[in-house]
């Protein structure tokens, strides 16, 4: 009966987190109002609705700015409010997926697992398409070919798996992923060679869907080691892993260039990783920090938009284009208003800080990071990887009596 269960909330979490564009709809969507709904019924802690209803409502009404000001600058779009809602709707759904594992007596950690999991097995079934054309066209033809863009996911070396896209925003899954799995290592949760085998597949699925995954994996890798060596007892462990991620690493890379260098030719393993190899010339050649740089100046400078913004937040015509969600944050409400929302947002986000340093510090670090590229800090794969994680660790630490709930 367990397993049934267990299954279930990984199926959940699947749908939920990789959000998969399917020609018959979107089931993601369908199973996360279910959820909410679900976490509704059965009652809301008072104490959830302080800590996470509270904060919503001021992050929706600073999204409305934006909506009030993108009908000021003729460029009607509701997306920031969009996408708060969607926010909003998964960290009730994660909610309601707490419930039931509470009455299911599905432990915080197993779901944690299943996090970890979904990232896993999509990785796994991008290495499978690597391998296999016919599963690959299989898989594509259920999933929305996604004809507004310019990736043709049946060919070529840009894959997604069961996700709604690849890129960036999910390519960021990975580390979040690999500090999720060092976190349940750290904890005696995942043997080392589970630990090896896991970053084995995300390594290797992350080349071919984004590189902004394998350079912000640095993140969660140095951040173990840092806080293993800062254990005092936990050195000698520190070190002995330190250098079996290290003999890891080497090794997948070699294997990897070969691999890619047969597969797709040596211009895609310069591409996907080799420009790392060169230093500072290969990075400022590859261009993704020029582009970056150059998204993070495009910011409202000149009045009123400095204070109540554009209300661009992507999704529309805007020029000079950026793809930074830091930029796009202040051209949707202006400064004031993009502080604010960054404030409380992080405040919600820190709430399980105290005692979990390393799991909250590390993922919240690569979601803000990511931010600076694309829109990805409160949307996107990771940022549902993320909210569920924190709902969780939330609710285990104030587990409330009956006589809380409104």
Request: proline share 3%.
């Amino acid at each position: 009966m367990k397993y049934l269960q267990l299954t279930f909330v990984f199926f959940c979490l699947s749908l939920i987190i990789l959000n998969p564009y399917t020609i018959y709809g979107k089931p993601g969507a369908v199973i996360a109002f279910i959820l909410a709904g679900y976490g509704v019924m059965n009652g809301i802690k008072t104490k959830f609705l302080v800590h996470f209803l509270l904060p919503l409502s001021i992050l929706m009404l600073i999204s409305f700015v934006g909506v009030f000001s993108s009908l000021f600058n003729n460029i009607f779009q509701f997306n920031h409010l969009l996408a708060v809602i969607s926010f909003s709707i998964v960290i009730f759904s994660a909610y309601g997926l707490w419930v039931y594992c509470y009455k299911s007596s599905i432990s915080r950690d197993d779901v944690l697992k299943l996090v970890m999991y979904t990232v896993l097995m999509n990785s796994v079934v991008i290495v499978l398409e690597l391998n296999f054309d016919s599963l690959r066209a299989v898989i594509e033809s259920f999933l929305d070919p996604l004809i507004q863009t310019s990736i043709d996911y049946t060919t070529g070396y840009k894959f997604r798996g069961l996700a709604s896209s690849g890129g960036a925003g999910l390519s960021i899954s990975v580390p979040v992923a690999l500090t999720i799995a060092l976190y349940l290592f750290d904890r005696k949760l995942l043997t080392l060679p589970a630990l090896i085998l896991v970053i084995s597949f995300v390594f290797f699925s992350v080349l071919v869907i984004g590189r902004t995954g394998l350079i912000l994996s640095v993140i969660p890798l140095l951040s173990f080691l840092v806080f293993q060596v800062v254990r005092s007892k936990q050195r000698g462990r520190a070190l002995f892993t330190g250098f079996v991620l290290v003999l890891v690493v080497i090794y997948l890379y070699q294997f990897t260039i070969e691999y890619f260098s047969d597969m797709f030719g040596d211009g895609f393993t310069r591409y996907a990783i080799g420009f790392l190899l060169e230093g500072e010339e290969g990075i400022k050649e590859e261009g993704t920090v020029t582009a970056i740089t150059e998204y993070l100046t495009v910011l409202p400078k000149h009045f009123p938009q400095i204070l109540f913004g554009y209300g661009f937040y992507g999704g529309s015509e805007f020029f000079p284009w950026t793809d930074s969600g830091l930029s796009r944050m202040f051209l949707s409400v202006g400064f004031v208003f993009g502080l604010l929302f960054y404030i409380v947002l992080f405040r919600m986000y820190f709430l399980v800080f105290k005692g979990n340093e390393f799991l909250i510090g590390t993922l919240v670090l690569v979601l803000a990071a990511s931010e600076l590229k694309e829109p990805l800090l409160y949307s996107g794969v990771a940022s549902r990887m993320f909210i569920f994680v924190l709902v969780f660790f939330w609710c285990d630490r104030y587990r409330l009596s009956k006589s809380d709930k409104v």
